[in-house]
Nanobody, 127 residues
Framework: QVQLVESGGGLVQAGGSLRLSCAAS????????MGWFRQAPGKEREFVAA????????YYADSVKGHFTISRDNAKNTVYLQMNSLKPEDSAVYYC????????????????????WGQGTQVTVSS
């Protein structure tokens, strides 16, 4: 049974940092890519960042480029999202997700490509 468990959310002041973790278990993920999405109250879920397990290629939403960094630890089967210079508009529930990588082409921003989702972790940035 595949499980994605997020952690690391919390309350932080604007300008601060948080690191989210997503621990993956239940299968081999070497042929997958992992994504982070977020959903604020009253808004649609949106793509944040993604990374391929194999090779480590990363892709970011324009809104977080230069502020967020996605990484992975293959040995721990864990994906991280380092969030710096946080703003109140970054407040949301952050979700980790896994999608099968079908070759060199990938669509990290497409939610319907993701097969597995975590339960989410709340990030609140105060002004």
């Amino acid at each position: 049974q595949v499980q994605l468990v997020e952690s690391g959310g919390g309350l932080v002041q604007a300008g601060g940092s948080l690191r989210l973790s997503c621990a993956a278990s239940g299968r081999t993920f070497s042929n997958y890519y992992m994504g982070w999405f977020r959903q604020a109250p009253g808004k649609e879920r949106e793509f944040v960042a993604a990374i391929r397990w194999s090779g480590g290629s990363a892709y970011y939403a324009d809104s977080v480029k230069g502020h967020f960094t996605i990484s992975r630890d293959n040995a721990k089967n864990t994906v991280y999202l380092q969030m710096n210079s946080l703003k109140p508009e970054d407040s949301a529930v952050y979700y980790c997700a896994a999608a099968r990588a079908g070759g060199s082409t990938w669509y990290p921003w497409a939610m319907d490509k993701y097969d597995y989702w975590g339960q989410g972790t709340q990030v609140t940035v105060s002004s």
